[in-house]
């Protein structure tokens, strides 16, 4: 299993399907890319039209990356997503990132989606760490990387935080 593996594997929880992102999710994708409580902490401009989703979506599909739709077991209905990013050079650490609807925050949702790719990352990757950052005032995200035992590293001066998590050996 690579990095670079088309489709990426299907993950389930108790509550969730992890699956591969689709031509189909182009209105979830819209939503989550224009939701201000969403994008406030991310660096990208929000999409202005449905098409920017689908241009996503199909850039998403070609490159063949570990990106998967969170979805509720039993309801295909993308979300959020997370996925796996920025293979290092020597193949062992990647970074994770995510994203969720507002609407399904604060439930553990994402806490469950994240270990699954955690698990899949250390146990079939065989990556030694995983790096994740995010904004300083979302504190949301902060709480979760320290829940999932991610361990900060830096502040950087535009206010990103790193974090990182290393395999147990």
């Not at 309801?75 to 990132?97: H, M, P, R, W």
Request: proline share 3%; charged share 20%; with cysteine.
């Amino acid at each position: 299993m690579s990095l670079n593996q088309a489709p990426p594997p299907t993950l389930r929880t108790e509550r969730l399907t992890l699956r591969q992102l689709l031509h189909s999710d182009d209105n979830e994708i819209f939503a989550l890319r224009t939701n201000e409580e969403v994008n406030r902490y991310l660096d990208r401009a929000p999409s202005q039209s449905i098409g920017d989703a689908q241009k996503f979506i199909q850039i998403i599909l070609q490159n063949q990356s570990l990106y998967w739709a969170i979805t509720l077991t039993g309801n295909n209905t993308l979300i959020g997503t997370v996925c796996l990013f920025d293979l290092s050079d020597n193949l062992q650490q990647a970074e994770i990132g995510y994203e969720l609807l507002p609407e399904f925050q604060s439930k553990g949702i994402m806490q469950e989606a994240l270990r699954a790719v955690i698990d899949l990352a250390f146990q079939h990757l065989r990556l030694n760490s995983l790096t994740a950052c995010t904004q300083g005032e979302n504190k949301a995200s902060l709480r979760l990387l320290e829940k999932l035992n991610f361990a900060k590293q830096q502040m950087q001066e535009d206010n990103l935080v790193t974090y990182i998590l290393n395999r147990k050996r």
